[in-house]
């Protein structure tokens, strides 16, 4: 079609021209020669009048367009199939291009204007090739740019699905749409959007790399936007809204209320205890919520379900009271104890002191686990406060009723080590009867620094209960009780002045120490170490030895190598002192002769002969 217009023009000029030569006038030879186009004549064509040519150009300029490879133009569509579209861009021939190039744009019909990329100016069938892909490709970083800095709205075809958000061809160019920037609501099916055609809004393009990213949220904020701020002016504590469950967590639900999200947290879902929120509610349900709370700008609206019911304290039967046996179901287990709900909503707390009547503290799952049907007995309740206490030991008889009958001061019985201190040992008599031995109860002879020296935890002891106090609850046992204390036979066998002979076992800072037996370690003074001959006894020596010192209660026992000479040295000084002061008697003047004496003194001095 556009090769017979550009024809017919052609010839239209043709015409005109042949026009011109018969219409002009005839010329003398010698004129003739004067204004002879010398140019025409070496070119071998006849000239045209400049108007003519003028307007064949124009004509030209008009109707072709320069078929320059790799250059963009605009086109129209001028015939689509079900694969291909028509484009006539003004040149001897149209082109053809594949639907796929248009597929941001299925609304593409006869007579749109396109802009394409003349690829090849013919083929090897004369036919022109025509691409609207790398067209808009080049063509689309201005457009990117333009849209970004206009806030412009885009077209683009979701192309594939990728880590974190979806791929689109935004004019040609790959951009990133993130999951986040998908939709208001979080998304659960992303492929659901591959293949679509959607509205955008460039949000962010990198420069260096080239990189595009789109929001199709952006576009439909602005609007949730003024919902939101007419729902939040309307917005009052109490008030009751319907709204759809956005998103589930662990620790509560997300309701959309028309554009603003509210938080119903976990412990406002039910009156019951629950586990998790989808126990409760699944996503897309529509629920009725109350407000229960929100900040100043009511930007964070904390929502309630359970308010919307009787709280089922109010709705207790009033028959129950303290002392009564109830019946329900652990829901929960702490350390220091156990809920049991009685009946939806109304729970009590077991504590673990009140499990047993046991005296030494348990971990509460060594009682009861989750979801065990238990009977109890309630201790305290406060339906203001709305608690309740309950125990399990109560269901049995105190052990403690009768515990004069059982463990009088003085019996003796077995019992199991179940943990020690520092100062004793705890000996379990039976559930709920716990006796304390203090650790200068465990031994008769040995010195115990602590009682894991002397016992474990799951021994079984004699014992003999030695004090006994029933208002407290305290049972005083004795272990070294149950044998005869072989200090009562070693009082008089080591008797003070008693010699034995024995070898020094160490040497310490002040002295030494010897072994009589396996029951008594002797001590030493270091001034009692020296022998007759003044040197000392060492390590190893064998020697006699006294005992100077033995205290029963407090298993001390003194004794002395020295004693033994040193006291027979006493006895021979006091023999010898003993015969001097007997020779002195005897060799000392009479009274009668001192008085002879004296009278003499006295008769001289007073001049008698």
Known sequence: MAEE???????????????????????????????????????????????????????????????ADEEVVEGKVVYLTDREAIIDINAKSEGVISLNEFRYNPNLKVGDKVEVLID???????????????????????????????????????????????????????????????????????DQYVG???????????????????????LIEADIEEQKKEIISQLEKGQVLEGVVKNITSYGVFVDLGGVDGLVHITDLSWSRINHPNEVVEL??????????????????????????????????????????????????????????????????????????????????????????????????????????????????????????????????????????????FVEMEEGIDGLIYISDLSWTKKIKHPSEFVSVGDKMEVEVLELDVEGRKLSLGHKQTTENPWDKYEAEFAVDTVHKAT???????????????????FIPQRHLEKEDGKKLGKGDEAEFKIIEFNKDFKRVVASHTAIFREEEQRNVKAQQKKAAASADEAKPTLGDANEALQALKDKMEGKS
């Open 196 to 218: 679509k055609t959607m509205e955008f809004k460039v949000v962010k393009i990198n420069h260096e790399f080239k990189n595009v990213v789109v929001s199709h949220k952006a």
């Open 5 to 67: 217009k550009a024809t017919a023009q052609v010839e239209d000029t043709t015409e005109a021209k042949q026009e011109v030569k018969e219409q002009a006038p005839k010329q003398d030879p010698k004129e003739f020669l004067e204004s002879f186009d010398w140019e025409k004549y070496e070119e071998g064509i006849e000239r045209v009048d400049d108007s003519k040519l003028e307007e064949f150009e124009k004509l030209v300029a008009e109707n072709f367009v320069d078929t």
């Open 504 to 522: 020094i076992t160490d040497i310490v800072d002040k002295g030494a120490t010897i072994d009589f037996n396996e029951d008594i370690t002797a």
């Open 284 to 425: 897309d349900q529509k629920i009725n919520v109350v407000i229960l709370d929100f900040d100043e700008n009511k930007s964070r609206i904390q929502l309630g379900m359970k308010q919307l019911e009787k709280h089922p304290w109010d709705a207790l039967s009033d028959e129950i009271k303290i002392g009564d046996k109830v019946k329900g179901k652990v829901v929960v287990i702490a350390d220091y104890g156990a809920f049991i709900e009685v009946v939806e909503g109304v729970e009590g707390l077991i504590h673990v002191s009140e499990m047993s009547w046991s005296t030494h503290l348990r971990s509460a799952q060594d009682f009861v686990k989750v979801g065990d049907e238990v009977e109890a007995v309630v201790l305290t309740l406060d339906r203001e406060d709305r608690k309740m206490s309950l125990g399990i030991k109560q269901l049995t008889p105190d052990p403690w009723t009768d515990i004069t009958t059982k463990y009088p001061v003085g019996s003796r019985h077995s019992g199991i080590v179940r943990n020690f201190t520092n100062f004793g040992v």
């Open 120 to 190: 090849i100016r013919e083929d090897k069938s004369g036919q022109l090739v025509l691409s609207h892909r790398k067209a808009r490709t080049i063509m689309a970083w201005d457009r990117v740019n333009a849209a970004h800095d206009k806030e412009e709205i885009v077209s683009g075809f979701v192309k594939c699905r990728t880590k974190g958000g979806m791929i689109v061809d935004v004019f040609g160019i790959e951009a990133f749409l993130p999951g986040s920037q998908i939709d208001v609501k979080p998304i659960r099916d992303y």
